[in-house]
Structures are given as C-alpha cells and as structure tokens.
C-alpha cells in the first residue's frame, strides 16, 4: 500500500468526513489548475508498448498528472466522494439546521455529487476498447518486463479488487443513473447492487494506489491528492 493511500485510509477510519464543491464547474477547474501547478519531475525513461489497434502507447503518458484525461477523471470521483460523504454521512447531523435552511441547494448538490461519483468511478474502467481507462495500463504494465513479478502481483491484485466494486457501480449506472430500468425502482437497484459507501472510497484508493505503483516504477512521485475538506467546513460553518 503506498503511503497516500494508506494515509487516507486511516482517515476515513478516524474521520468519515467529505468536501462540499460549489459547483462542479469551478471544481473541475481547480483541479485542471493543480495538475497544471504539479511538477513531474524523475527518470526520463520511457516505455514503448505496442497495444492493440497496433498503436505505441507511451505508458509515461498514461500515468503523467498533467493533461491526463483518467486521472482527472479519478480526481473528479474522489472530490465528488468526500463532498458527498460530508453531506449524508456521520458529519451530517451537526450541519442538519444549515441543510434544511437551504433543502433545495443542499439536496441538489448530494444528487449532482454521487450521479458525478458514479459516472466518474465507470469510467476509470470502462471495458470498451475505444475508452481510455485503467484497464488498458494494466495490459500495457503486464507486457512490460522492466516490472518485476512482484510488483506486478500487487497490481494485479489491486487491479481484481477494484473491479469487483466497480462491477457494482457498473449496476447502479447502467440502472439508474445513465438509464432507467423501467421494471425497477431506486431501492431495488440499490438492493441488486450491494454496494457500501465506503466501497466507493475503496475503489476511489485502489485505483490510486495502481497509479502511484507505476509511477514509483518509473522513480516518479505519488500523485498527490488535494482535498477540499476545510474548505466545505468553513463554508458550512459560516452559514450557522
């Protein structure tokens, strides 16, 4: 486990709280601003991997925080995650006055967090070939000798664990989120999905952790995650 993620998990133990966005919008763009601010800085070393569609991959490409579609991706699922969590999770009660004070707001946003969660946690493994998706690095890594079995077991691993959870996403997406399962209602597909809420934080560090596995491969450092928390706390504490 790489030290973020391991440093995250402990505080979702401790403190089950999330991060409220203002809008999607100006959330998105913060973090398009960030990963224009980070510095990738290591090995040069590229790895060339022919992949299907006989196209070069450049897998350096694939795991750079800047202009990288899948880990902007991943980001969104994260920011959307904690500002959900904050929202409908052991937090909540000690805000329930500013959230009645403001029901519309406040409910629109927890929809627009989770619908953007579920979405954004699809497409990280989204199995169509013309996606970009964390799929096709897990292809291109296995290819790769410069990986040791080692490291390569524990992506793997990951890899299976993660899919298992998004299999479960995939339902709630494809049933209720992206379409609408006419002989279905909102609580039975919840029921067919047996997902948890902290699966989707599950998931969220899996993926992550892939990522950073690579990168750590390739002497880069570990993609940093900047989370809003103190910044949804400030605003909900302004508004008693």
């Not at 899948?70 to 969104?76: I, Q």
């Not at 950073?212 to 605003?235: A, G």
Request: net charge positive; with cysteine.
């Amino acid at each position: 486990m790489t030290n973020i993620a391991h440093n995250q998990r402990m505080h979702q133990k401790t403190n089950a709280c999330g991060s409220l966005q203002v809008s999607c919008h100006e959330v998105a763009s913060g973090i398009t601003k960030i990963f224009a601010a980070l510095s990738v800085s290591g090995d040069t070393r590229s790895v060339s991997i022919v992949s299907e569609g006989n196209k070069v991959s450049d897998i350096k490409k694939m795991i750079e925080p800047n202009n990288n579609d899948l880990l902007y991706v991943l980001n969104n699922a994260f920011f959307n995650y904690k500002s959900w969590w904050i929202l409908v999770g052991p937090d909540s009660p000690k805000y329930v006055r500013i959230l009645n004070n403001y029901k519309i707001y406040f409910q629109t946003s927890i929809n627009s967090h989770l619908t953007t969660l579920i979405i954004s946690l699809y497409k990280i493994y989204d199995k169509r070939k013309d996606t970009n998706n964390i799929i096709r690095i897990i292809k291109i890594v296995n290819k790769d000798k410069s990986f040791t079995k080692e490291e390569l077991n524990i992506i793997n691993e990951k890899y299976k664990s993660a899919y298992e959870i998004w299999e479960k996403v995939k339902i709630l997406r494809h049933k209720y989120f992206a379409h609408l399962k006419y002989d279905m209602n909102k609580d039975e597909i919840y029921k067919d999905a047996k997902i948890k809420p902290d699966e989707f934080y599950e998931l969220i560090m899996l993926s992550y952790d892939i990522f950073n596995i690579v990168r750590k491969h390739f002497n880069e450092p570990e993609i940093p995650l900047v989370s809003p928390t103190n910044d949804l706390h400030k605003l909900l504490n302004n508004l008693k």
